[in-house]
């Protein structure tokens, strides 16, 4: 019997374990093909999980020989692009690692591309699909705080990663800030509309680039997202998933990214005169998800490939996340504000 989803796998590193097992635990995918530009390193991912499936260092041959009709991309960012240029024209729907690619140029051919062949394009944006990052966004949903003026996002860790991260440019605003510019878009519901960034590398960094950043974001339902991250910040650590606080014309939601959200908004009785208002706690309510951050990622992709419909994570959507990273990028050379509608249409 012929699997309806018929998957090669492109960039057989470290990360794509996760995305080779959440595969094989579906019983309507088969992984038809381990491509990678090292050919021992698809063997290797072969003979790890017990796959017989052909080894390729070439995606178009890849496809063509084993029939795929979904390709994982999972290598390099600077691959990106030319993989998943490649699987959309063969016909192949792709699922890939973030960034959607590395320019502006390049995510708006994807776009385009996608809307040519009409074949799916995906982004993994796993932190979206968080109980509790859900939860937090149905306390905006509900309007439990009201109608949003602020969100703010702390970043504070100091990974010391060693390899090509070190040496990286603008490691912080190029390989992580994606996932706390795409929460923030979750969570309010609404697009960027402008930038201004600084970006900067402190005392004491063991990073080439600039480890940490300041972004202030003007969002399109009128409230302003300001952004403060470093990744050099040695002692306090905040979560990986930020810690926030969203402030509303009722009130304030908090999440520190470990534990539960909730909100303090005023209370309901009549409090005229009061110098400080006198506020309630409402907590976040819990979600339940069957699968979660990778594995839910990958089965929202997968169930709206089955239901016709784009995923959450489609790259028309995920193209504002990206224009967020490039846009602040820019802005942050350049010392001005940057209007990312323009942007979006017009750079490379």
């Known amino acids: 019997m012929i699997a309806q989803y018929r998957v090669a796998v492109a960039g057989c590193g470290g990360m794509a374990n996760a995305w080779v097992e959440y595969a094989q635990g579906r019983q309507d ?20 999980h017990g796959l017989s499936c052909r080894a390729y260092t070439n995606i178009k041959q890849a496809i063509e020989e084993t029939k795929a009709n979904v390709v994982f ?18 016909g192949c729907h792709v699922f890939g690692e973030k960034p959607l690619a590395e320019t502006m140029q390049q995510c708006n051919e994807i776009v385009a591309l996608s809307e040519q062949t009409g074949r799916t394009h995906a982004v993994m944006q796993n932190r979206r699909f968080d109980p509790r990052i859900r939860s937090l966004r149905a306390l905006m949903e509900n309007g439990t705080i009201g109608r949003t003026g602020f969100i703010g996002a702390s970043f504070f860790l100091a990974p010391h990663f060693g390899g090509f991260r070190d040496a990286m440019n603008s490691p912080l605003l190029l390989d992580m800030a994606i996932h706390t510019f795409d929460q923030a878009r979750y969570i309010t519901g609404a697009n960027p509309v402008t930038v201004y ?14 480890a940490a950043a300041i972004c202030i974001f003007e969002m399109s339902d009128g409230s302003v997202f300001c ?53 309630v706690r409402i907590e976040g309510e819990a979600v339940v998800m069957d699968k ?8 929202e992709m997968f169930l709206a490939l089955a ?38 249409n017009t750079k490379g």
């Open 29 to 48: 995918t088969e992984i038809v093909a381990l491509v990678d530009i090292h050919l021992e390193a698809a063997q290797a991912m072969g003979i790890k």
């Open 73 to 90: 991309d999972v290598t390099v960012p600077g691959s990106h692009f030319s993989v998943a240029s490649t699987a959309m024209e063969q």
């Open 227 to 279: 952004y403060q991250g470093s990744w050099c910040a040695e002692g306090a650590p905040t979560s990986w998933e930020a810690a926030w606080r969203v402030i509303g014309e009722k009130g304030t939601a908090i999440w520190d990214g470990l534990n539960m959200p909730y909100a303090e908004v005023v209370t309901a009785e009549e409090q005229d005169g009061k110098f400080v208002r006198d506020h």
């Open 197 to 210: 960034c600084q970006e900067f590398n402190p005392p004491g960094s063991w990073y080439e680039g600039n």
């Open 292 to 299: 979660t951050f990778h594995q839910g990622c990958l089965e």
């Open 307 to 344: 239901e016709e419909r784009s995923p959450e994570t489609d790259c028309h959507d995920n193209r504002y996340s990206m224009a967020m990273v490039l846009g602040a990028l820019e802005s942050a050379k350049s010392g001005n504000k940057i209007e990312l509608s323009a942007f979006m």
